[in-house]
């Protein structure tokens, strides 16, 4: 069975996409930790970030440093983090996050956005690419 993010990925549910090439898929966390939270995927549906191909992983890798880059353009912080958790969704995902505490990255504290500003967000981050 299709992970949810195969079904975003194949258009099957909505997403506020950031950046897509052919191998690998950004868009907007629904559940941010702070505004700008990205993910970053690849398309193929893998479960463990470490059983990716080595060359697959360093594109996961150059494609995830490019949608920080924008990111950081785009949302004042301080960085952008970067976590590989995982657990949640049996789909490698590269979580970003833009930080201004170490809060930002501990997944307990999470941000409301509306659906404007998601649109928006998504715009402007793309917009920075």
Do not use: W
Request: charged residues 25%; contains cysteine; proline residues 5%.
């Amino acid at each position: 069975m299709a992970s949810i993010f195969t079904k975003i990925i194949n258009g099957e549910i909505p997403c506020y996409k950031i950046a897509e090439d052919e191998n690998y898929f950004a868009f907007l966390d629904i559940n941010p930790n702070a505004k700008g939270h990205t993910l970053c995927i690849p398309k193929q549906e893998i479960n463990k970030i470490f059983d990716m191909e080595e060359e697959h992983y360093l594109g996961l890798m150059k494609f995830s440093r490019k949608v920080a880059k924008a990111i950081e353009k785009t949302v004042p912080c301080k960085r952008v983090g970067v976590a590989v958790v995982g657990l949640e969704v049996p789909h490698v995902h590269v979580h970003l996050i833009p930080l201004q505490d170490m809060d930002d990255m501990r997944f307990q504290r999470k941000t409301s956005l509306t659906n404007e500003e998601f649109t928006a967000l998504a715009q402007q981050i793309s917009d920075n690419m």
